[in-house]
């Protein structure tokens, strides 16, 4: 089953109005947090659409515009200090709560990578693998990745020494080394480890 056609299955059990929501960053040790909320304006199927992952960066950036032109979309961010005060599942949490409140459309169903939101008040479900199944919640993790990848790539232009312009501040090797070289900067996870161990006093 396409994953457009997954989505399908919910119009066809009288749901009209659909939104997907996914974040990305919730592993990393430095940057944001973010999540999309993504709502298509008509019945519409975007070729191409999967998991962000499964994607290169060139071909989220085209999808990206694509689902913008095509969709109603809310963006949640959440920084660094809120990460480590509240902890990443809370942040991500509110990060994705955030993303729907920007989407600017009252939805009757949001389809979720994973995770219930009790605060909204929206018929939901929380699906294991959204965004291998759901064409609106692949939308989003597109939609995320590409927001949050641009952040690092701002952030990479100030801190250039952990390389986040590559990694994207996800726990590689490369940023590993950097962090053990240069210490953590100030929008290193601090709540994360290795972070919290390499903290300079």
Known sequence: MSLFAFDDFFHAHGYSIIAGIDEAGRGCLAGPVVAACVSFKDKVYIEGIKD????TAQ???ILFDK????????????DVDIIDRINILEATRLAMIKAYENLGRNVELLLIDA????ELKISQKAIIKGDQKSALIASASIVA???????MNHYHKEYSQYGFDRHKGY???EHVMALKKFGPCPIHRK???PVRELMLF
């Open 115 to 118: 995770v219930l939101l009790p």
């Open 52 to 55: 962000s992952k499964l994607l």
């Open 171 to 173: 726990a590689t090797k």
């Open 191 to 193: 709540s994360f480890s």
């Open 59 to 61: 071909q989220r950036e």
């Open 145 to 151: 990745k590409v927001t949050r990848d641009r952040i």
């Open 67 to 78: 689902i913008i032109e095509n969709a109603l979309v809310g963006i949640g961010i959440i």
